[in-house]
């Protein structure tokens, strides 16, 4: 039962007009709306925003919520060949530690803003509040469209890589069978249809889900971790720390090292995705950065000691980049367990989380559209930003669709569909650009900041440019090939796409500019 007898958002409502919005009487936030706190009602007044969501995430669920999301010694795992080809075993441990605490900066610097303005828009509403008046309205629109397309292919890609990871078990117990390119595609959308079916049959009962998944994830942890320490043949110390890899031919042991940092960029990107949910998560002011932090530090910590396990395991190189599953880490699990069934149950693992980490991704990428549709920064924005049942049904539908858009294209070419989920990578990092370097220009130009549970005081403008040269480092890197002289088929052609998709929204921007005014235009300076 609702609890709510006094609220309003009055006048700051995003779909009136201004006539309208000057007679509309203000009256003070007392109680609660949707199980919110006082605070929580009164940040989305300040924002002028208006509470559509039940907000049933508590603090254990949220944490779960963006642990799963994160999945950093999962994906660590999963990605491993691209780090392990370009650096080695002792370059993949330094770039990881490196990555860990350049994101660091960039996760502390996003909590700050998220305890200031805890809304399911993120990165763009920030950029809108804290970049200079002049330009807030063009690059916070810019910047709504490169976290939307973030987390649209981060959809397309969780599900994409829970079917390829389902289609390499075959491979690891059917020796006779003959892989298929279209066969993980298959796979892949079927685990579409079943993150779709949880984020909306079972919407009611999320919260609890991404709790209960919480505790597979660290168990599963250990469940892994043990059978590699004890079973598994394990390498030197000073081979494991000291044996760089110049697969890529880059003729510098640097280079092809700061090459390899996509693998620990796509394990620790992702701790904005509490962010989006946040208008879900009650007393979100305070919660959503402590949430940030924890996973931040939690995954960061798991991951690390993931990935130095695993390249203790690993005897030899070539063989475990060789394996005919496609994924290295099921070829150490084999070579651990000496078994089928041992290296079975331990991916099945992996592939369980890896779902539940698609499901993650699908309601976030849903909420960002859903929050930048209410902005009126998409076309048929009253379609996407429609509520039915306490979640935005419409904005979830698409994202599936999309999804399966994405992942057909792999039917084709399964280079076309990397570099189309990579540009994801590419749009969320930008994004963090963006809108840290907008808090960055208003503390250097000492204005006034909006009060928080969570502020970096005197230390924020050194950590924020910190965070800001690693991002543009890790921003530029991963526009890089896996190879020197690649192949047509294998270059990363996703600087070409990353263009055209901002090509693309400028054109866009000339039509839309009349109707989105940012964010920042209803918010309430008084509140």
């Keep these: 039962m609702e609890s709510v007898t006094k609220e309003t958002y009055g006048s700051h409502h995003p779909d009136m007009e201004k006539a309208d919005m000057e007679n509309v009487p203000e009256v003070e936030v007392v109680v609660i709306e949707k199980h919110g706190t006082e605070i929580d009602a009164r940040d989305m007044k300040r924002m002028g925003k208006t509470q559509s969501f039940q907000r049933n995430f508590a603090f254990c669920s949220t944490l779960g919520f963006a642990m799963v999301l994160m999945s950093s010694w999962e994906t ?44 399911a828009g993120g990165q763009y509403h920030w950029v809108s509040e804290f970049a200079a008046p002049s330009v807030q309205k063009f690059i916070s629109y810019m910047t709504g469209w490169l976290c ?53 049959i079972l919407a009611k009962i999320l919260p609890t889900i991404q709790a209960t998944i919480l505790v597979l994830h660290v168990c599963g942890f250990i469940a892994i971790l043990v059978p590699l320490w004890v079973l598994s043949p394990h390498a030197p110390a000073d081979q494991v720390f000291t044996h760089f890899n110049d697969g890529g031919d880059w003729r510098s042991m640097g280079l092809a090292t700061l090459v390899g940092i996509l693998s620990p960029t796509v394990s620790l990107i992702g701790p904005d995705a509490a962010v989006h949910i946040s208008e879900e998560v009650r007393n979100a002011s305070k919660t959503i950065p402590r949430i940030m932090l924890a996973a931040a530090i939690g995954n960061g910590t798991l991951g690390f000691v993931m990935l130095v396990t695993l390249c203790f395991c690993i005897d030899n190189l070539e063989e475990v980049l060789g394996t005919p599953t496609g994924y290295p880490f099921i070829q150490v699990f084999y070579n651990a367990t000496q078994s089928t069934g041992g290296a079975t149950v331990m991916t099945c693992i992996m592939i369980i989380l ?32 429609r509520v039915v049942h306490d979640i935005p049904l419409n904005a979830i539908i698409t994202t599936s669709v999309f999804s399966i858009f994405l992942i057909s294209i792999s039917f084709g070419s399964t280079i076309a569909f990397n570099q189309l989920t990579a540009l994801g990578t590419v749009a969320l990092l930008a994004s963090y650009m963006i809108s840290i370097g907008s808090m960055a220009w ?31 480092l890790a921003f530029v890197m991963v526009f890089f090939p896996p190879a020197r002289n690649p192949e047509g088929e294998s270059m990363n052609w996703s600087s070409v796409i990353f263009g055209g998709v901002v090509m693309l929204s400028l054109v866009y921007y000339l039509r839309a500019k009349e109707r989105y005014v940012g964010p920042v235009k209803l918010v309430r300076k008084e509140a």
């Design 148 to 200: 939307v397309l973030g987390w649209q292919a981060g959809s397309a890609a969780g599900c994409y890589l829970a079917g390829t990871e389902i289609q390499a078990l075959i491979i690891l117990n059917n020796p006779t069978y003959v892989p298929e390119r279209w066969h993980g595609s298959l796979l892949a959308i079927a685990l579409v249809c079943v993150s779709l079916f949880i984020n909306t």
């Design 442 to 472: 208003k503390r250097i130009h000492s204005q006034p900041l909006l009060p928080s549970h969570f502020s970096l005081g005197r230390w924020g403008l050194p950590i924020n440019m910190a965070a800001i040269v690693f991002l543009v």
């Design 354 to 385: 890896s779902q539940f980490c698609a499901v993650t991704n699908m309601t976030t990428a849903s909420r960002q559209l859903f929050s930048f549709a209410r902005d009126r920064g998409t076309p048929f924005h009253t379609f996407f930003r």
């Design 76 to 119: 660590q795992l999963a990605t491993a060949t691209f780090g392990l080809t370009n650096g080695g075993t002792a370059g993949a441990i330094y770039i990881y530690i490196a990555t860990f605490f350049g994101f660091g900066m960039a996760v502390v610097s996003m909590a700050e803003m998220a305890s200031m303005a805890p809304t």
